[in-house]
């Protein structure tokens, strides 16, 4: 099944919605314009319930297609787009461009709601399924955690959602190519900062000083040791120092250095081990060198894992638009995270990526969504729906 014809009709539509989210980039839980406009949206579509303010600002609505004729029981499957921006200066010059300095839509979330807006749109009009499909627009994917918000706020049981899916654009794969793969499909993230406390002085007279500077520096490359030395090659970890903070001038040792890093593992059990490894490397590097140091370790999102039996649907409806040459259903993880995570702990589902072109790279201020795999990834979600839950 190629892409729905219904939903290539309002392409246009759907373009004209993406890029009117792209000039008005909101960051975090503040996307009170996007929100607003969302639910407006699903309201005018028709939808049975449109409920804001779950998760703080995300929006759900709520789709309810026809009774099973024979009396079976019917189930609810909930389908997820993101909506908020990053904090970077845009580079394009797109008529579009962001409005507001300093923020953009550099990974595509909207493409992702303008997608989701669109199916929305052709199964409110159809209703061509048997059964409910919930739509989840969720605020601060962007290191907010709104995922995690929107499941503490009960977004599964208010709606009694039973399965959960969420898609993502990815550039430098063909436009329309869908990839997926069962298990780990994205990695954990954790955030450590580092306190490093030694004795200031005289640049001068290093000997009376304690430096926190080369203690930082023996720990940076200590820890690079972790993944290089005491991870076994065949497993996955990423241990990256992003922020070295210490001093204000040229002739005096601080008594005080920042480091700032990322921690990204695709198991329970390595994530456990990097964590107290690099509490061993941290604390023992400072104390060799006579200086003391605070880890401040914070686990934020956990493994996207994808549930086998959601992973081999998804694909399969892929393929039902694409065709089954351009769906890869054994992709390598990546060691980037979601939030989505915190739904598929919450239920079965799965997380699919769709090819972006050859566009720039996501995070990058020269990103752009592209506009060509929207009624796409509307498709995807539409059938998605109709496949899941037959009239």
């Not at 009709?9 to 792209?22: P, S």
């Not at 899916?165 to 063909?174: A, E, I, K």
């Not at 780990?184 to 430096?211: L, Q, S």
């Not at 198991?267 to 401040?296: N, S, Y």
Request: aromatic share 6%; proline share 6%.
């Amino acid at each position: 099944m190629p892409i729905v014809n219904r939903i290539a009709d309002f392409h246009q539509d759907m373009t004209a919605w993406r890029h009117d989210i792209h000039a008005h980039p909101e960051l975090l839980y503040d996307v009170h314009r996007t929100a607003a406009s969302v639910a407006d949206k699903l309201r005018a579509f028709g939808c049975d319930e449109v409920v804001t303010g779950i998760g703080r600002t995300g929006v759900v609505g709520v789709i309810k297609g026809r009774k099973d004729a024979a009396g079976g029981r019917v189930k609810t499957i909930g389908l997820r787009a993101d909506m908020d921006a990053l904090p970077i200066e845009e580079l394009t010059n797109v008529p579009y461009k962001s409005t507001v300095p300093g923020k953009m839509h550099a990974c595509g979330h909207d493409g992702h709601t303008a997608m989701l807006l669109g199916a929305t749109r052709y199964l409110t009009e159809t209703r061509n399924f048997a059964g409910t499909a919930v739509v989840i627009f969720q605020p601060a994917e962007e290191g907010g955690g709104g995922g995690r918000a929107m499941v503490k706020d009960g977004l599964m049981e208010r709606f009694a959602i039973e399965e959960v899916y969420g898609m993502h654009n990815y550039p430098g794969t063909p436009v329309g190519e869908f990839f997926i793969r069962p298990g780990p499909m994205m990695a954990a993230v954790d955030k450590v900062d580092i306190d490093i406390e030694g004795v200031g002085g005289h640049a001068a007279k290093p000997h009376m000083t304690v430096d926190p500077i080369l203690v930082g520096a023996y720990i940076v490359t200590q820890l690079q040791a972790i993944v290089a030395r005491n991870v076994d090659p065949l497993e996955s970890a990423v241990v990256s120092t992003c922020v070295f903070q210490a001093g204000h001038t040229d002739n005096v040792i601080p008594q005080t250095a920042h480091l700032k890093s990322t921690v990204r593992t695709l198991t329970p059990a390595m994530r456990d081990f990097v964590e107290r490894r690099l509490h061993e490397i941290v604390e023992g590097t400072a104390r060799m060198h006579g200086a003391t140091a605070r880890v401040d370790y914070h686990r934020n999102y956990p493994v996207t894992v994808n549930h086998p039996d959601q992973t081999a649907f998804a694909a399969a409806v892929a393929a039902s638009v694409v065709g089954e040459a351009r769906v890869i259903d054994d992709a390598p993880p990546m060691m980037a995270a979601e939030d989505f995570s915190f739904m598929l702990e919450a239920r079965p589902g799965a997380f699919i990526f769709v090819g972006n072109g050859n566009s720039a790279d996501l995070h990058h201020p020269a990103y752009d969504f592209n506009d060509e795999i929207i009624p796409i990834g509307a498709s995807y979600w539409a059938k998605l729906v109709e496949t899941a839950l037959p009239a």
